[in-house]
Structure formats: C-alpha cells, structure tokens
C-alpha cells in the first residue's frame, strides 16, 4: 500500500510539473507577443516622427505610379531609360539644334514608309518572295474612353482649384501659384517650349533616382527650410497681410 501510495504521488507531481511548465510557456509567449507588439508599435511611432518631403508615407516607387513606368523613372532598368533618354536627346538634337520641323520629319518618314511598301508589294512577284503583311490597327474604343475620363477628372480638378483660388479662400495657395507663374515665365523666356519641355523630361528621369539614393539627407534639408518659410510667413503674415483690409464673402445673386 505505501509503494502504490508513493506511485500516486510521483505520478501526482509530476503532472503538476507539466502543468506549470505549460502555463510559463505561455506567460512567456504572451510576454513575447506583447514585446513584438511594444516593437512594432515603438518602430511606428519613429516612422510617423521622422519628416518626409511633402508629406510622402510611400516609397518613391509607389508615389511615381509603380510598374514599368517608375522602373523607367529610378532607372531600375538601365538599358531601357538609357534608350529613352538617348531617343529624347536625339529628337531634341535633331529639331532644336539641326532646325528640323516636326511637320517636315513626319511627311519625309511616311513617303518612305509608303514608298518601301509600295515597292516591296509590287516587286514580290517578279522577286519570288511574300508581299509585307500589313497588320490591321485599330485604336480600342476602352482605351480612349479612358484617356479623356482621365483627361476629364485632371481639368475639373485644375478648373475647381482655380476657382477656389480666384475666390480669394486660399491665401497661400494663391501666392504659391503666382510665384510658380512667375518663375515659368522667366523660364519660358529663358527657353522655348521644346527645349523647357526636354530639361523636364531629363529632370524627371534624374531627379527620382538621386531622390531615392539621398532621401535621408534630402528629408533633414527639406524639414530644415519648411520651418524656416513658416517661420519667415508667420513675420510676414504680421507685418502685411494682417493689416491688409478684408470684407466679408457674401453671396451675390445675379438676377
């Protein structure tokens, strides 16, 4: 009876043992869980904290549309943006440099288009050989529907943020657009359009990736100079917009 009593006992224990064990099993996997979450939840806070230009919480991946575009853009592919790039150069070279036309280099490339398919389709019986198989293009209907919807939202936003400034709601707006004004128009009589239009196209294509490889830096520079605008905006907002005159808005009607 005390060997059976004694067995009873041991066997007792030791299920208390692995009951205890798998209770601080858990407490320490809860615990773990709780430090990940504490992790997680600190590494958040120091991402909200650190100052992004213009407000980005994407990667500049992302921001620029993502796909084969933003791989064109951060050069991702080499070769590619390279072939963009050197296309760019060469009709900027060829129209601005050399005085090509637009209208000129159309016309020449289609009489030769034109010419080599008339004259290999004529020819391919006396030659023994297949005439060209001219491929049947037909623009798909979707695809302009959705390049003038598109088109359509870009202009009613354009058009509604106009209004908005004209009606005199957003001071800083308005100034931000007359100085954007202004300095395109010292640019534009700096340089005519084609060649402004090709200084933003290789900025587009060098700006990003220089971006992206300097982003850290380019952020503290960028937090650095807001704070000193607001800074020098708040003086001014003092010194001359709080003592210039201002209206109630009412609503007119016009008869």
Known sequence: MADHAGEHESVVESVMEKINDKLHDHDSSSSDSEDDKE??????????????????????????????????????DKKITAGVLGFAT????????????????VCHILILALAVL????????FINKSPPQIPDVILPEDIVLGVAAALRIEINKALEIFRDIASGKELKKFLAVIAG???????????????????????????????????????????????????QYAVFNVKVLS????????????L
């Open 39 to 76: 992790k997680i939840s600190s590494v958040d806070a120091v991402k909200a904290k650190i100052y992004r230009l213009f407000g980005r919480e994407r990667p500049v991946h992302k921001v620029l549309g993502g796909g084969k575009p933003a791989d064109i853009f951060l050069w991702r």
């Open 90 to 105: 060469s009709l900027w070279v060829l129209f601005e440099l050399l005085q090509y036309h637009l209208l000129t280099l």
């Open 118 to 125: 008339f004259l290999w389709s004529n020819a391919s019986t």
């Open 243 to 254: 003592k210039i005159p201002r209206g109630p808005l009412k609503d007119k009607k016009f």
């Open 181 to 231: 004004l202004w300095v395109l128009s010292i640019l534009g009589n700096c340089w005519n359009f084609l060649t402004l239009f090709y200084i933003c196209f290789v900025l587009l294509h060098t700006v990003p990736v220089l971006y992206e490889k300097f982003e850290d830096q380019v952020d503290a520079f960028a937090e650095n100079a807001e704070a000193e605008i607001k800074k």
